[in-house]
T-cell receptor, first 113, second 114 residues
Framework: DQQVKQNSPSLSVQEGRISILNCDYTNSMFDYFLWYKKYPAEGPTFLISISSIKDKNEDGRFTVFLNKSAKHLSLHIVPSQPGDSAVYFC????????????FGKGITLSVRP | KAGVTQTPRYLIKTRGQQVTLSCSPISGHRSVSWYQQTPGQGLQFLFEYFSETQRNKGNFPGRFSGRQFSNSRSEMNVSTLELGDSALYLCASNREQGVTGELFFGEGSRLTVL
């Protein structure tokens, strides 16, 4: 049972435009959400996170929006740059000492020059 | 500050063999988690070790095991390898047990089972 879903496997965007990456979750216990970026042959690197007490978090070109009622979050990248081309993973966890990250399957973002 | 180090980076084994992968966390981090990444399944949680004890375990068969040493370094072992075990195995470290912020990942160990 996939508790974190990234339903679009890929996204292609023109350089300078906005990239919107979506993520849905089913477990209502999740209260902390993260986005990771992964280049080939490298480990995932942390991008941005948001806790359930917020509905928006911004860091430079990256903004994450959380809609708890819809169990949906999205990552906005503005403006998109060719170096943003990578696989993006959405991850979620529930508070607790035994918490772990549950990942989606990832979205491959391609930013065209 | 040095990041998470995983060895070996690449290895090839045959079915039925066993393999041991190593992970050195960031200095001062006491939690080590292991994840398996395959093209069709994304990243799946294997287990977490904290203070030399397994604290959490994912839905993997008993062929997958691990341990953590007093210096927080961790190893994972897969016995009786199957073709489906071919994957990128990622280690992540954290200062405390569980998810208390971002996890820091290593570059992974790419296992190919023939």
């Amino acid at each position: 049972d996939q508790q974190v879903k990234q339903n679009s496997p890929s996204l292609s965007v023109q350089e300078g435009r906005i990239s919107i990456l979506n993520c849905d979750y089913t477990n209502s216990m999740f209260d902390y959400f993260l986005w990771y970026k992964k280049y080939p042959a490298e480990g995932p690197t942390f991008l941005i996170s948001i806790s359930s007490i917020k509905d928006k978090n911004e860091d430079g070109r990256f903004t994450v929006f959380l809609n708890k009622s819809a169990k949906h979050l999205s990552l906005h990248i503005v403006p998109s740059q060719p170096g943003d081309s990578a696989v993006y993973f959405c991850a979620a966890s529930a508070t607790g000492a035994n918490s772990k990250l549950t990942f989606g399957k990832g979205i491959t973002l391609s930013v065209r020059p | 500050k040095a990041g998470v180090t995983q060895t070996p980076r690449y290895l090839i084994k045959t079915r039925g063999q066993q393999v041991t992968l190593s992970c050195s966390p960031i200095s001062g981090h006491r939690s080590v988690s292991w994840y398996q990444q395959t093209p069709g399944q994304g990243l799946q949680f294997l287990f977490e070790y904290f203070s030399e004890t397994q604290r959490n375990k994912g839905n993997f068969p008993g062929r997958f095991s691990g341990r953590q040493f007093s210096n927080s370094r961790s190893e994972m072992n897969v016995s009786t390898l199957e073709l489906g075990d071919s994957a990128l195995y990622l280690c992540a470290s954290n200062r405390e047990q569980g998810v208390t912020g971002e996890l820091f990942f290593g570059e992974g160990s790419r296992l190919t089972v023939l």
